[in-house]
Structure formats: structure tokens, C-alpha cells
DNA sequence: GTTATATTCAACCAAATGGTTGACGATTGT
DNA sequence: ACAATCGTCAACCATTTGGTTGAATATAAC
């Protein structure tokens, strides 16, 4: 059906899939140019290059070219209000580094 | 293909859809009989029960028989994960971008 | 000007998703 | 015993998703 996708559908989504979480955490670390985020990846480019347009279109990156080198830059503020709302669900613990270390090693050992 | 889902994949894939995060803000009010879940929707029981049967399986949800009614109970610990996840690209700028980067940088050379 | 690099596009494909309907088993009420 | 209620199952269907390949575009380098 139409799917009148809402912001929460389309971050959600973006997020669904090991792919994409990989590239944001990626992009943590520094802006980075197409051909360079799907390097790590056993997949085409064009797979990448799609994942990426996902990425863009939930605001969860921002691409912007610069002569043939089109770079990409996390934006993290779009992740806030499905974050707000998940917290309404429950006061979690504020963010515990830890636990986040654990679940981005189990992410990092297990797409592949 | 590998379809390796790991638990952020079943819990974004879980709350990339309307009717189940519905589902969910309804839960949190009181536990429910499936076919009073339903009832607000305008889509068939078996529809709703396909998507108890996901947040089910995503941990989001708790089902318990009694009789011949069949409670859902929300699980808001089953956000945590994610939450934790997605907090935490927006907590690096304020807090201590560093020591994550340098933990990041072991990770990522250490790919297997 | 030719060649190499960076990225996307278009066409295709298999599998997953979200829905339908009708039949079914299990439980409750009369 | 019989009928109604609760919920799932199985078979189907259309659309979306996540991938492929090969051609196309745009920029950079030689």
C-alpha cells in the first residue's frame, strides 16, 4: 500500500539492516568519500551507493560532492526523535559505554 | 543472503512499522487479548497476529495464553539494545570523543 | 585527447514483507 | 450437544528490499 512513510518508519528501517549500521559507525569516526565506505564491504559498489541513498533520504547522512568525490558525513541528530521515542518506553540507564562497546563488537564480528 | 540477523536487526526491523509501534504505545497502557489489538485497526486478525507473532519474536512483546484468550504484555527491556545503540552516536560529541575513536580504530583493524 | 577514477543508473532477479481469505483447533457459554 | 468466540495456519498475492551486472556520466590525470 502507499505507505505514508513517517520519519519513525524511515529511520527505523534505515537502521533495520547491518549494512547500513556498519557504514554510521563508520562514519563516527570521519567523513568519508563512496568508494572508500564500501571498500570493507563484499558487495558492489552499487549496492552501496543504494545503501547510502537510504541512508541520505532518512537524513541520517548528509553527501556532498566535491569535484568526482562525493563525501558523506553522519548526521546523528536524525536518529533523535526515534530515540526519544523508544526512551519513552522506559527510562534506560543513560548511555553506557560499555554496553555499547559490546553490542558494536558482536556488530562488527558478525556481518560478513 | 546470509541473513545473519542479529538482535538490532530483529529489534529496528520490529519498529519500522506503523501498526506495530501502535501495537506497542497501546501496550503500554495495560496488557491486551489479541483480538482487542485488533480491534482499532482496519486490517484482519490474522494481519495483527503476524504482527504479534514479529514483536514476538523480537522480544518487544510477551504473549501468555489463559483460556482461550491470549494476553500481550509490553517487554520494554527488549528496546534497550537498540536504544543504547542509537544514543550513543549522539552522546559523542558532547562526551568523550577519544577514547571512542581509539576504541573504535582497535575494532576495526582487528576485523576478522 | 585519451584514459582512468568515482559514482550513479537501468534492468533484472530472488527473497522478504505485509496484506488477504477460508479453514481449522481449542475453549467457553447455552 | 451445539453454537459462538479466540486465535492461528496455509495458501495465495502484490509490493518492497537488497543484491547483481553492464552501460552511462562526470571529473581528474596524463
Redesign the interface.
Known amino acids: 500500500m502507499a505507505a505514508m512513510s ?1 520519519q ?2 524511515t529511520t ?2 534505515a ?4 549494512t547500513r ?1 556498519s557504514i ?3 562514519l ?2 570521519d567523513d568519508m568519500a563512496v568508494t572508500d565506505v564500501a571498500a ?1 564491504f563484499e558487495m558492489s559498489l552499487a549496492a552501496i551507493s543504494k545503501h547510502l541513498g537510504i541512508l541520505t533520504r532518512a537524513g541520517l547522512i548528509s553527501q556532498e560532492r566535491r569535484g568526482r568525490v562525493k563525501w558523506c558525513k ?1 548526521e ?2 536524525a ?2 526523535d ?2 526519544i ?3 519513552s ?2 527510562q ?1 540507564e543513560a ?3 560499555d ?3 559490546r ?10
Not at 103 to 112: A, G, N, V
Request: net charge negative; no cysteine; proline share 7%.
Open positions: 513517517n519513525l518508519d527505523f528501517q537502521l533495520a539492516d547491518p549500521r554510521l559507525t563508520m563516527l569516526e570493507p553522519l546523528p541528530d536518529m533523535r526515534a530515540s521515542w523508544m526512551q518506553f522506559g534506560f548511555v553506557n559505554l554496553a555499547f562497546e553490542f558494536l563488537e558482536t556488530e562488527l564480528s558478525d556481518d560478513d
